[in-house]
């Protein structure tokens, strides 16, 4: 826990412990980010067996690590020097620290950032708040929007239907397009 006047530390489940890697300690990781290079380039994680806000995450820090298998990478933390203790922390997720994330280009937003946003339409219709994102394998992702009525709607993150996110203010501005941000 925090102590008063500091910001307690955010974590986001960016990979999960598939396995091990040989008999050197090494781990395999399957990737749960955008990109592989997140993994690689991160020098501390946390460790846990529930996710993102699990007060007994344990810290370790990345000796290295290379691209894998398709979706997974092999890392080497400190203090995991065997087989062993490698299989041990299968299933882990792998946490990193929402500060330690690079910058995405472009005014690029990570999807934790967009939970919790307000939704409105450009003529100022409170449309709800993002629950979460649903990945459709298309060319872009889904907002899920609880509305005040409690009835989810969907709404696709495409460029051509909203018109502005300012995550610090937690407010993402929809086009006003008929049915848009109608309940699913």
């Not at 489940?13 to 690689?40: C, K, P, S, T, Y």
């Not at 979706?71 to 020097?81: D, F, I, N, S, T």
Request: charged share 25%.
């Amino acid at each position: 826990m925090a102590k008063r006047g500091q910001t307690p530390i955010r974590r986001v489940i960016v990979g999960q412990i598939a396995g091990a890697h040989g008999i050197g300690g090494e781990v395999r990781v399957r990737v749960l980010a955008d990109d592989a290079a997140l993994l690689l380039g991160t020098k501390r994680f946390a460790l846990s067996r529930s996710g993102p806000d699990d007060p007994l995450a344990s810290e370790v820090e990345n000796q290295g690590g290379i691209t894998a298998r398709a979706g997974e990478v092999r890392l080497a933390l400190r203090g995991v020097a065997d087989r062993d203790a490698a299989e041990a922390l299968r299933g882990m997720f792998v946490l990193a620290d929402v500060a330690d994330l690079p910058q995405l280009p472009g005014g690029g937003h990570y999807w934790f950032e967009l939970v919790g946003c307000e939704v409105e339409t450009a003529a100022g219709e409170r449309v709800g708040r993002v629950t979460r994102l649903l990945e459709t394998g298309a060319s872009h992702d889904v907002l899920e929007v609880a509305g005040e009525d409690g009835k989810p709607r969907l709404i696709p993150l495409a460029s051509a239907l909203v018109r502005s996110v300012d995550v610090a203010s937690g407010r993402i501005v929809l086009e006003d397009v008929a049915g848009l941000a109608d309940p699913a």
